[in-house]
């Protein structure tokens, strides 16, 4: 059975930075990524990457800000936000089981069918 279990959200202000983990049990997968949704807003990517290679993608609202990367020895997954912004504010699910996927590709949620319960990050002014 597989699980994803993320920790790692909470609140803080503007500026500031937070780790988020997932951790991944009964399965391995090629990709992971990070998403988040908003209320009211649909779910977005926000960053991906391959095992093997390493190949990382980010979206363009986090690039220089976020960095995943993966402990496969841990087989945990993890998302450092820095330099936060009020608009990063939303709830984050870490996703795997979308098996290999052209990079262009990894940010698209509706390609990854293993999802956590989400974790909270609130970002204030």
């Known amino acids: 059975q597989v699980q994803l279990v993320e920790s790692g959200g909470g609140s803080v202000q503007a500026g500031g930075s937070l780790r988020l983990s997932c951790v991944v049990s009964?399965?391995?997968?090629?990709?992971m990524g990070w998403f988040r949704q908003a209320p009211g807003k649909e779910r977005e990517g926000v960053a991906a990457?391959?095992?093997?290679?390493?190949?990382?993608v980010y979206a363009d609202s986090v690039k220089g800000r976020f960095t995943i990367s993966r402990d496969n020895a841990k087989n945990t997954l993890y998302l450092q936000m820095n330099s936060l912004k009020p608009e990063d504010s939303a709830i984050y699910y870490c996703?795997?089981?979308?098996?290999?996927?052209?990079?262009?590709?990894?940010?698209?949620?509706?390609?990854?069918?293993?999802w956590g319960q989400g974790t909270q990050v609130t970002v204030s002014s």
């Open positions: 009964g399965y391995t997968d090629t990709s």
């Open positions: 996703a795997a089981g979308g098996g290999w996927m052209p990079a262009q590709f990894m940010l698209r949620s509706s390609l990854y069918n293993n």
């Open positions: 990457i391959r095992t093997g290679g390493g190949t990382t």
